[in-house]
């Protein structure tokens, strides 16, 4: 366990008890180990990422995806409830796996739509015209109503890759494929934003 060490010199200075709330975005083996090292002295983990940008930072309208005790994360959900609502997502863990199965659709739906709107403008269509049919149509998603079409492309951020990173190694560990997850992982750095 000496990836924990650090942790686990932290967690000895807390009181029996206490909880640890994992606002950061890792992976659920993480904050599984994590929670049973934390049990060894009375400290309680829940594990609480968030989705909602900067904007929902702002605004307090942030989704907070929690995974542990449902006892702790109801007494953690009124110091957490100003960020934006709580939502349960099973045990230590699942907030992460929530986390990270929601950011990979949504870098996949991303790269998918900035290379259909490379179509369309090569096609001399209008682009913003295509945004608006398209978000009448089968093809809406968040992404097509609030970033992808209309804007300018711009190079994904390395954090959203490790997010993809962290979704292949869960796959690989439930001897699933996902090609899809692969491809833009291996094209990352043409991937656009």
């Known amino acids: 366990m000496t990836r924990y060490c650090v942790i686990a010199g ?4 807390l009181a029996p008890g206490s909880t ?9 083996a993480y904050c599984q180990a994590l929670a049973q090292e934390a049990d060894k002295r009375g400290v309680r983990v829940i594990d609480c990422p968030v989705s909602g940008r900067v904007e929902g930072a702002e605004s307090g ?3 907070l995806m929690a ?12 110091l957490l409830s100003p960020l934006g609502p709580v939502v349960r997502c099973g045990e230590v863990g699942s907030g992460q796996l929530t986390k990270v199965a929601n950011n990979t659709l949504f870098i996949g739906m991303f ?3 900035q290379e259909v709107r490379d179509v369309v403008e090569a096609s001399g ?3 913003r015209n295509f945004s608006e049919i398209l978000n009448q149509s089968t093809g809406r998603s968040w992404v097509s109503e609030n970033v992808a079409i209309p804007r300018e492309r711009r190079p994904l951020s390395a954090m959203p890759l490790k997010e993809l990173g962290v979704c292949r190694d869960l796959a690989e560990s439930f001897d ?3 090609p ?3 491809q833009v992982l291996k094209h990352g750095t043409k991937v656009h934003r």
């Open 125 to 127: 269509m209008n682009v």
């Open 67 to 78: 995974g542990g005790d449902d006892e702790v994360i109801d007494e953690c959900s009124e």
């Open 176 to 178: 699933i494929e996902v």
């Open 111 to 113: 790269a998918l739509s």
């Open 20 to 28: 640890v709330v994992v606002l950061s975005t890792v992976s659920p």
């Open 61 to 63: 309208t942030l989704t």
């Open 10 to 13: 932290l967690l000895d200075r």
């Open 180 to 182: 899809v997850v692969e």
